[in-house]
Every structure is written in structure tokens, then in C-alpha cells.
């Protein structure tokens, strides 16, 4: 199979990397809360990880309940920051094995405010905290260890918090869609605020729609059954590089091309 055009490509991320994205997708929220808006950089934070955390099945359930936080944050009168400092959350998320969001219970929501609430605790914004936890995983590294910025994170979590996936080689979609919002710049979607991580590091986050279309333009190969490859590390990690063909140094960009023409399908 013939793989498409740069030039194909680059028209794909041109056309759907645009704040048109942000009307349908979880990453709109983080933007109410910047600087600009009347907001701070951890409080953009902590609703971009609350949003990617909670990004998973049908887009309007999705959206639906990052704007039940929201909303539970906003009735509080304190800023996302404030309502976890405060343990504002546990008033609402009790220790219940009931559903807030499919798998995930109201005790789930509260393990993972409070990992949050710890973080916040020693460093002021999530993005010194966890800039902290790499630099002390790279100075550890071995030589010729491949490390991962989104497993980093995993591990700062405690083992109870059923939201963020630990499996060393999982593709950690969630994980690595924040990421590209963190450290993306020049975007109308991504933030780019954390300045401290290389973007040519980033992997792609591999949603249903972007595995399809990489299948399709032969980006992937289908196994021996005719599906998809599996959502694994190894498979981020050859898209990724793929990917960095056509986006030097930025193959998270890449994203916006195959999610965009996917979910527009």
C-alpha cells in the first residue's frame, strides 16, 4: 500500500485543528479556566485532567459529566484549586461502590480528587509537581532505559485510584491526550503550558478513530484476523514515529488528522 502525501496529511491536521474542534471535544473546558478567562494555569490543569481522565465512551455522556464537576465546582464558589484544597469533592463523592461514570464509582472520583489534592499539596500547580517526579525518573534512568513521561505520572497515583491505568504496555490514551494538551503550543486547542517537556516526545493518543484511519492509510497494519492492531505502547510508539515523518518534531499533531477525519466519517 502507498502511504498518502505529507501534504495530504498536513491538509488533514490543517483542516480539523481549528477552535471549531473545541465545540464537541472534552478539551474545551480546560479553556474557560485560563489566565485570560479569569482563571490560573492550575486550575486549567486540573479540569484538563479531570476532562482527558473522564474521556472515554459516547461523547455527549463525556461531556455530560465533566460539566457535572464543573458545575458542582462552580455552585462551591471556589476555583477547581480551592474546591480540592478544601476537600470541597468529598461532599459530593462519597466512599460508594455506585456509579458516577460507567465503570468508574463515586469512590473511584474520590480516590482520584484526593491523589490530586496531595499533589497540590506539595508543588502549586500540577505541572511542577509532575515536571519534579520526571526529572527525578530521568536522573535515575539507566543507560539505554526507555522512559515515558505518561507512566511517570501512572505512578505517582496510589494503586486505588481506578482511573489512571498503570499497565507498562498499555497505550495510556487518556494519559498521553493530556499530555498533547499540556505541551502542545501554538494551538487553538492545545495549551502548551508545560514549556519543561520536549513535544517531538509525544505520543499519539490511540483512540478508535484514530487506529481505524491509520489502518486505512497504512500507517498500521491489520493483524492476521483483517482488525486493528492492539491499543499497546508498542503501537503508539510506531504510530508516533510514523507520525513524525509527516510532522517533524511534533507528531502529536498528527492526532487532529486521523481523529478529525474519523470522528467526521
Request: with cysteine; glycine share 6%; charged share 30%.
Amino acid at each position: 500500500m502507498n502511504l498518502p502525501s505529507k501534504e495530504k496529511i498536513v491538509e488533514l491536521a490543517d483542516k480539523y485543528e481549528t477552535a471549531d474542534f473545541l465545540k464537541k471535544d472534552p478539551s474545551r473546558f480546560m479553556h474557560d479556566f485560563l489566565p485570560e478567562n479569569g482563571g490560573s494555569v492550575r486550575d486549567a490543569e486540573i479540569i484538563a485532567f479531570l476532562s482527558a481522565n473522564l474521556a472515554f465512551g459516547r461523547r455527549e455522556q463525556i461531556l455530560a459529566h465533566i460539566q457535572n464537576v464543573v458545575d458542582l465546582m462552580a455552585a462551591s464558589k471556589k476555583t477547581p484549586a480551592g474546591w480540592l484544597l478544601d476537600g470541597e469533592y468529598e461532599n459530593h463523592f462519597e466512599e460508594s461502590r455506585l456509579s458516577f461514570y460507567r465503570m468508574y464509582t463515586f469512590l473511584d472520583m474520590r480516590n482520584f480528587f484526593s491523589n490530586l489534592r496531595d499533589f497540590l499539596r506539595q508543588k502549586e500547580t500540577l505541572g511542577e509537581f509532575f515536571r519534579e517526579k520526571w526529572e527525578i525518573a530521568l536522573a535515575e534512568c539507566r543507560e539505554g532505559e526507555q522512559i515515558f513521561l505518561h507512566s511517570v505520572i501512572a505512578g505517582c497515583f496510589c494503586t486505588d485510584c481506578a482511573l489512571i491505568s498503570r499497565s507498562k504496555s498499555g497505550a495510556a490514551k487518556k494519559l498521553n491526550m493530556f499530555l498533547r494538551w499540556m505541551v502542545r503550543d501554538n494551538s487553538p486547542v492545545d495549551l502548551g503550558l508545560w514549556k519543561w517537556y520536549d513535544k517531538s516526545r509525544l505520543l499519539i493518543p490511540l483512540d478508535t478513530h484514530v487506529m481505524q484511519e491509520s489502518v486505512k492509510f497504512g500507517f498500521l497494519e491489520k493483524t492476521s484476523s483483517g482488525k486493528p492492531p492492539s491499543a499497546s505502547l508498542k503501537t503508539a510508539l510506531a504510530l508516533s514515529e510514523k507520525m513524525q515523518e509527516y510532522f517533524p518534531g511534533d507528531p502529536a499533531r498528527g492526532d487532529f488528522a486521523l481523529f478529525g477525519l474519523g470522528a467526521d466519517r
